[in-house]
């Protein structure tokens, strides 16, 4: 939960130029997770929504936890 949290924080805190680049970094460099995608697709959500990311976690047992996400589309 921490390390995806992390993930999610670092995207809200940058600009669109930001996301891009981080985008194509890690497109140029390979860096994918082992679902293959690298992180790529919170990324993707939050340039193509232009809007910061709403999320939260509820603890469900001692290894997971129910993750929502909002994310505000739109005109």
Same mark, same amino acid.
């Given at each position: 939960?921490?390390?995806?949290?992390?993930?999610?924080?670092? #995207?809200?805190?940058?600009?669109?130029?930001? %996301?891009?680049?981080?985008?194509?970094?890690?497109? =140029? &460099?390979?860096? *994918?997770?082992?679902?293959?995608?690298?992180?790529?697709?919170?990324?993707? #959500?939050?340039?193509?929504?232009?809007?910061? %990311?709403?999320?939260?976690?509820?603890?469900?047992? =001692? &290894?997971?936890? *129910?993750?929502?996400?909002?994310?505000?589309?739109?005109?």
């Amino acid at each position: 939960v921490e390390r995806f949290r992390s993930h999610l924080d670092r #995207i809200n805190a940058m600009d669109d130029e930001g %996301l891009r680049d981080l985008y194509k970094s890690i497109l =140029a &460099d390979g860096r *994918f997770s082992e679902a293959g995608g690298g992180g790529l697709g919170m990324i993707d #959500i939050a340039r193509k929504s232009k809007s910061k %990311l709403e999320y939260g976690f509820v603890p469900y047992d =001692a &290894d997971n936890a *129910f993750f929502s996400l909002n994310v505000n589309v739109g005109n």
